[in-house]
């Protein structure tokens, strides 16, 4: 059982450049997130999904835009990347919104140059 | 507002020692509540939730609860330096909002061999 995957681990991105970060979960959860985390700034929340073809924003969207297509996928697009968007990212799912908590992806640490 | 409070550390107990973590939250209503373990470099775990008032136990973890006073603890019986790690602590706010959990910005345990 894969659980949540995410794809890929590590990026270097030049400024201005765009790229989608991959998530995918097998466990037949409606509920996903992306989230990124900054050193000592915790997780905040970039957008979520309720379910296919159903998405918004959280805390901090811009930059940012997703799309979910299937119920396993849900992957996150940044366009003409911004040092700022330096972070790790992580994807998550979940049974219902979150009651029972969440299952994190492994992280995909993106650097902006 | 939406604002869960932990103290940052770092946290150092001796190894055989109680780690006690503690963690507060504003929004009143809030039905359930989580803890998070994330090593340096990897994504969170989860190693504890609980919905009611009291006490619940899961090997050496014991997740303590006090809805009146807005707070949820985290002790650690008999410390091993494995559980050295960042912990956050995650709560589902009231209503049917499908934005998920709330994280504190974690605190980091030591523990000293």
């Known amino acids: 059982n894969a659980g949540v995957t995410q794809t890929p681990k590590f990026r270097i991105l030049k400024i201005g450049q765009s790229m989608t970060l991959q998530c995918a979960q097998d466990?037949?959860?409606?509920?996903m997130y992306w989230y990124r985390q900054d050193p000592g700034m915790g997780l905040k929340l970039i957008y979520y999904?309720?379910?296919?073809?159903?998405?918004d924003k959280g805390e901090v969207p811009n930059g940012y835009n997703v799309s979910r297509s299937t119920t396993e996928d849900f992957p996150l697009r940044l366009e003409l990347a911004a040092p700022s968007q330096t972070s790790v990212y992580f994807c998550?799912?979940?049974?219902?919104?979150?009651?029972?908590?969440?299952?994190f992806g492994s992280g995909t640490r993106l650097t902006v140059v | 507002q939406k604002e869960v409070e932990q103290n940052s550390g770092p946290l150092s107990v001796p190894e055989g020692a109680i780690a006690s973590l503690n963690c507060t939250y504003s929004?009143?209503?809030?039905?359930?509540f989580f803890w998070y373990r994330q090593y340096s470099g990897k994504s969170p775990e989860l190693i504890m939730s609980?919905?009611?008032?009291g006490d619940k136990e899961d090997g050496r973890f014991t997740a303590q609860l006090n809805k009146a006073s807005q707070y949820v603890s985290l002790l650690i019986r008999d410390s091993q330096p494995s559980d050295s790690a960042t912990y956050l602590c995650?709560?589902?706010?009231?209503?049917?909002?499908?934005?998920?959990?709330?994280f504190g910005k974690g605190t980091h345990l030591i523990i000293q061999p």
């Open positions: 998550a799912s979940s049974y219902g919104a979150g009651i029972s908590g969440y299952t």
């Open positions: 466990m037949n959860h409606n509920y």
């Open positions: 999904s309720v379910g296919a073809g159903i998405t």
């Open positions: 929004d009143r209503g809030s039905q359930s």
């Open positions: 609980i919905y009611s008032n």
């Open positions: 995650a709560v589902k706010p009231p209503g049917g909002g499908a934005d998920g959990l709330t």
